[in-house]
């Protein structure tokens, strides 16, 4: 069995939108299973226009919400 997850961010305004799922693969076929755990929040945008430091403070948020 194999974990996958996707995250999905986009700024919106003065706010930073996040989803993020988790779901479990079989090693023995393709098939996407169930998904796991998701979540979804919101932080406040800083206006960042480095976009390294824009995805640093979301992956930030996101292993701070986990």
Same mark, same amino acid.
């Not at 479990?24 to 393709?30: C, E, K, R, V």
């Not at 996101?62 to 919400?65: A, L, Q, S």
């Given at each position: =069995?194999r974990?996958? =997850?996707?995250? *999905?961010?986009?700024? %919106?305004? &003065?706010? %930073?939108?996040?989803?993020?799922?988790?779901?479990? &693969?079989?090693?023995?076929? &393709? %098939?996407?299973?169930? %998904? @796991? @755990?998701?979540?979804?929040?919101?932080?406040?945008? *800083?206006?960042?226009?480095?976009?390294?430091?824009?995805?640093?403070d979301? @992956?930030t948020a996101?292993?701070?919400?986990l």
């Open positions: =069995m974990y996958e =997850m996707r995250i *999905v961010a986009y700024d %919106v305004l &003065d706010q %930073v939108v996040v989803t993020t799922s988790l779901w479990a &693969d079989s090693q023995l076929d &393709d %098939v996407r299973h169930d %998904v @796991l @755990l998701t979540r979804h929040f919101s932080l406040a945008g *800083v206006g960042r226009e480095d976009a390294g430091e824009w995805l640093t979301v @992956l996101v292993i701070e919400t």
